[in-house]
């Protein structure tokens, strides 16, 4: 079950964090992975390293934010096969409120997180018409539909993503083509504790526990158990599954008081 064997996989910002996880997890399931990242060092690493255990995978160094570089190598990328899987992991975060959010802040995570995935999606769509097969995992997050302090523009930006994760599913069904979106809480990544290491420096381990304990599970996800659902949602298992926002959040959306 759950094989990827055959299979062409693009994952943005899959050199790190949660984009690792899924990275390593479909490599070795037998996807042929693509690996989407600024930083060329770390996506040159990553991808060896699943070389090197056997898998496929390929770093290209793309910036999502310029839409001819998306275009470029996604196309690349479909003339030599199959283009059957999009993850759009790539993001960024931002601490603030409507009042301290400035604007060039505000444009920033709009262009990424939003502009962004846009243009990966509206890139790999005409592949996968042509095919009429694909499956499209954006990552959205609890903070889409829960309110949280401070975080007025991430919010925003992830409340989007599961709106075009609804359109997209909606206007591609006729031509096989699904669309979900996976809604993690605070995943235990290395973003975490460079945020942890620059805004509590000496209190590290105590914040880190505070942020943990807003779980009701009582700790922050493994980038693995995000990597283990994305897996499901992109296989053929889940084929009668499209325009569904899956929250992985160890009950911080309703079991919190």
């Known amino acids: ?24 997890i479909f490599a070795k399931q037998g996807a042929e ?21 056997g898998g496929r995978a390929f770093a290209h160094q793309v910036d999502i934010t310029h839409v001819s570089q998306v275009d470029d190598v996604i196309a690349s ?4 096969g199959n283009l059957d899987i999009l993850i759009n ?24 997180n939003v502009k962004g995935t846009f243009n990966c999606i509206h890139s790999v769509l005409p592949f996968m018409k042509e095919k009429k097969q694909g499956v499209i995992l954006n990552m959205a997050s609890v903070a889409a539909t829960t309110g949280i302090p401070d975080r007025f523009a991430y919010s925003t930006s992830k409340g989007a993503i599961v709106a075009m994760t609804l359109s997209v599913a909606k206007d591609y069904l006729t031509h096989g083509i699904r669309c979900n ?57 889940a084929s009668f599954i499209t325009g569904s926002d899956y929250p992985i959040d160890g009950g911080f959306q309703r079991l919190n008081n």
């Open 1 to 24: 079950m759950f094989s990827l064997k055959g299979k062409t996989a693009i994952i943005t910002g899959g050199a790190s964090g949660i984009g690792l996880a899924i990275s390593r």
């Open 181 to 237: 979106c996976i809604s993690p809480a605070r995943v235990h990544t290395p973003f975490v504790d460079g945020f942890l290491k620059k805004n509590y420096a000496g209190h590290e381990e105590e914040m880190f526990a505070k942020l943990a304990a807003t779980q009701p599970i009582g700790r922050m996800a493994k980038p693995d158990e995000i990597g283990a659902l994305a897996l499901y949602l992109c296989s053929d298992e």
């Open 89 to 112: 992991n790539a993001g960024i975060a931002h601490v603030g409120n409507a009042e301290t959010t400035s604007p060039e802040d505000m444009d920033r995570i709009l262009n990424v």
């Open 77 to 80: 990328i479909a003339a030599s």
């Open 33 to 53: 992975v693509h690996i989407f990242e600024i930083n060329m060092e770390l996506a040159n690493k990553e991808a060896d390293l699943i070389n090197n255990e």
